[in-house]
């Protein structure tokens, strides 16, 4: 075998390799929230009732960043059909919507409650 036939044989060829980068990226992005995802239940299921706040606003954050998102909410369902935002993280340099969020009809609002009745 010639030296130039051998490095033809170690090197990557970019076309039959590129259509396993994607799902390969897909992977790690996937093991990424997944890591993420234990880490934050973990948090929040061991925080006790002084940190609960911190817990939650440090798991939106997280949560957001690793979205790439411009906010994240938590809100709480009252009856009858009320909703309030309860804690919000936003990106630096969007301006929050706590205060705007509060006493929302559930029925007419744009959030979705899938599951929750």
């Known amino acids: ?13 970019p ?3 590129a259509p396993l980068q994607v799902p390969s990226q897909a992977y790690e992005r996937l093991a990424e929230w997944l890591g993420a995802i234990l880490e ?3 948090e929040l299921l061991s925080a006790d009732s002084k940190e ?3 817990a939650i606003n440090r798991s939106l954050a997280r949560t957001g960043a690793l979205a790439g998102s411009d906010r994240t909410y938590v809100f709480s369902l009252r009856a009858p059909d009320r909703l309030d935002n309860t804690h919000e993280w936003t990106a630096p340099g969007i301006e929050p919507m706590i205060a705007q969020l509060q006493d929302m009809s559930a029925r007419h609002s744009s959030i979705r409650l899938s599951g929750m009745s």
């Open 15 to 17: 076309i039959s390799d």
């Open 40 to 42: 934050i239940t973990d």
């Open 1 to 13: 075998m010639m030296d130039s036939d051998l490095s033809k044989e170690t090197q990557p060829d």
């Open 52 to 54: 609960s706040e911190a």
